[in-house]
């Protein structure tokens, strides 16, 4: 007997599990991570680029199968995945799990709920498709994972592991959601992998290139669903083959047992990182640990310098160039910036968890006093928090004051993750601080309630019509 290749394995478990047969805790994450994305997708149409995305997708018109969240009239399934995949992710505020440094939810949660929606699919299947498809997206980034760089390989290639591998895991859940069997799941990966992309070179020098690129995964989950539906097949051996994702991607260096080991028994899906902050993950705990030194009373006004040690690898994300990173010219420039965020958690948050979306405007990367402070801080690498990462994403501050006293803070874990989890009290401001301003409090209070009943709902249109139409309470764009 031939011996099963890796999608065929990857398809096995797929059809294996259950919504019944889920640990307790994977049904609990897949809730609050759907919700999180719908808080995401609401809060992003501050955006001109999401007004440019669903105007995009309403220009093409179609059979009305699926919500484009703030859309009104509903899509094809494959359009509203795009626009709803590009609403997730760009706002930079989307769980990540690491080591793998993926932000699985951007992708596969909009992929799934368009597949749901489109068929008629209730709330049990509509989670079971998402961890699968979580599942199978984290482990194809971490067979991608160098343990001895302690590093991504994906991302030393300058690749988006989060929308190529967010594809693929989109696709089986979508697949799932339109009823595919084992051939068809094994087929659903084959063709999804030529349809998978992205490259980061806008997290170095800009560009909002990146808030595509989980749109454009979910909207290729969706459509290689459909046409395995239609009778198109992939090749068994698309992920390991001679010419396959993992030749194609990483020249044929991966781990093979990233995919298999533990599969169907161990669930990476409870321990993606939640975001607390709307910024690049690297930044974070430069953040908390300037809101550390503020809170031990370091005068921002009194600082002489400002030394940031993070992981080496990060520096070129949130270091370099310095030049621009010290002065940033865009709030999402500012995103991906360590002496943002360092100026940002020192000065005082504006909302959210400490740091919320209006501490990220244009005006406020501009602003004279937070660009004097960016000029004092110098990015370096740190030998602790390099050991530590990519398990975490650790920062060690040292300010120097004109007193002469010198001030240190250690932050060696991220909060969101399993060492320091968001509760639900505080995954719930994040959503209601999202949705504010963009939805009624009845509204809000009714995503709520309806997201903690995902498994009970008979119909995903149901969690999905408050989302139709969003009006703007607050009086016009906070930035």
Known sequence: MAERT??????????????ETLPADVVDSVRKRVVDVLGLCVAAHRLPTSTAIVEHVREQGGRPQATVIGGATPLPAPLAALANGVLAHS???????????LHPSASVVPAALAAAESSGADGRG???????????????????????AGNSTFFEHGQHA?????????????????????????????????????????NRTGGTVKRLHCG????????????????????PTVLEGRFGFF?????????????TEGLGTEWAVPGIFFKPYPANHFTHTAADAAMALRDRGLDPARVERLVLGVPGPVIRT?????????????????QFSGPYMVAAGLLGGGGGLGLGLDDFTDDLARDPVRRELMAKVEVVEDDTATAIFPAQFPAVLTAHDTDGR??????????????????????????????????????????????????????????????????????????
């Open 6 to 19: 890796l999608a065929r394995r990857l398809a096995e478990f797929a059809t294996q599990t259950s919504y």
């Open 91 to 101: 706002l930079d505020y989307d769980d990540t799990h690491l080591p793998s440094v």
């Open 126 to 148: 509509t989670v079971h498709a998402i961890a699968v498809g979580l599942e199978v997206c984290v482990r194809l980034g971490m067979a991608g994972y160098d343990r001895e």
């Open 162 to 202: 989060t929308s190529i591998c967010g594809a693929l895991g989109g696709a089986v859940a979508a697949g799932l959601l339109l009823g595919l069997d084992e051939d068809g799941l094994e087929s659903v990966l084959g063709i999804a992998a030529s349809m998978a992309g992205g490259i980061i070179e806008a």
């Open 216 to 235: 454009l995964a979910a909207q290729s989950a969706v459509t290689a669903a459909q046409l395995v539906r239609r009778g198109f097949t992939g090749p």
């Open 247 to 259: 030749e194609a991607w990483l020249h044929g260096v991966y781990d093979p047992t990233a995919i």
């Open 318 to 334: 949130i270091g370099q160039p310095i030049e621009g990173k010290r002065a940033p010219e865009t709030g999402y420039q500012a």
């Open 406 to 479: 010198v001030w240190r803070e250690e932050v060696l874990s991220n909060r969101g993750g399993s060492l320091r989890p968001l509760s639900d009290d505080e995954l719930e401001l994040k959503f209601r601080d999202n949705a504010r301003g963009r939805l009624s409090e009845p509204d809000i209070d009714l995503v709520m309630d309806r997201g903690r009943r995902l498994g009970e709902l008979d119909r995903i249109h149901d969690l999905l019509a408050p989302l139709a139409e969003l009006t703007n309470l607050a009086g016009g764009p906070r930035d």
